[in-house]
């Protein structure tokens, strides 16, 4: 019923998941649509979606919708939610996100002064160099996570507490205007 009268081919549904064809505004207008309207507290939802986007910064790529579930749940955090935020980490941002959670790492690291007491000789050079980086990625995405989960909780409760407001004035106004609509 509801199917394209041309179907789209392989190549064209790739693309459409890499660039879509209306852009990036509409799907995150629309993402922010599905969670404004979503049921649950404000704290709950925006919650869980702090939760999804703060593990979107660690480097555990194939990891974060169960890291974003087993962190939001024990909060009270709504799970949709947070697997929404996870959407923060995608293709396109996971670069920018990587390089920065490396230096964030590094930074740490120095900082502490840790950086030369990580005993990594009885590994091969390859796996040192790989274990090196993932350390340092780690910590930097996870130093990184803290900072971000309070700056998407405060937006994103905030949003959504004026949003139902808004709404809430708005079907009062219009049960006024028309009483005898029920």
């Known amino acids: 019923m509801f199917r394209r009268r041309n179907p789209l081919s ?50 555990f790529i194939g990891l974060h919708l169960i890291i974003a579930v087993a962190i939001s749940y024990p909060l009270g955090g709504s799970i949709s939610a947070a697997l929404i935020g996870t959407l923060i980490g995608n293709p396109w941002t996971f670069p920018i996100i990587l390089l920065n959670a ?25 796996n040192t160099e790989f274990l090196s980086m993932l350390i340092s990625t780690s910590i930097g995405g996870s130093s990184t996570a803290i900072f971000v989960w309070p700056f998407f909780y405060g937006a994103t409760y905030y949003t959504i507490v004026k949003w139902r407001s808004h709404r809430q004035a708005r079907i009062l106004k219009k049960a006024r205007v028309h009483p005898s609509a029920h």
């Not at 490396?102 to 390859?126: C, Y």
């Open 10 to 59: 392989v190549l064209q549904r790739i693309r459409a998941v890499i660039w879509p064809k209306r852009g990036f505004s509409r799907i995150i207008g629309y993402m922010m649509h599905r969670v404004l309207r979503m049921s649950g507290t404000p704290h709950s939802i925006a919650c869980g979606l702090a939760c999804g986007a703060s593990v979107s910064f660690t480097p």
């Open 102 to 126: 490396k230096s964030v790492g590094d930074i740490v690291l120095t900082f502490l002064n840790l950086e030369h007491h990580l005993n990594l000789s009885t590994i091969s050079a390859e």
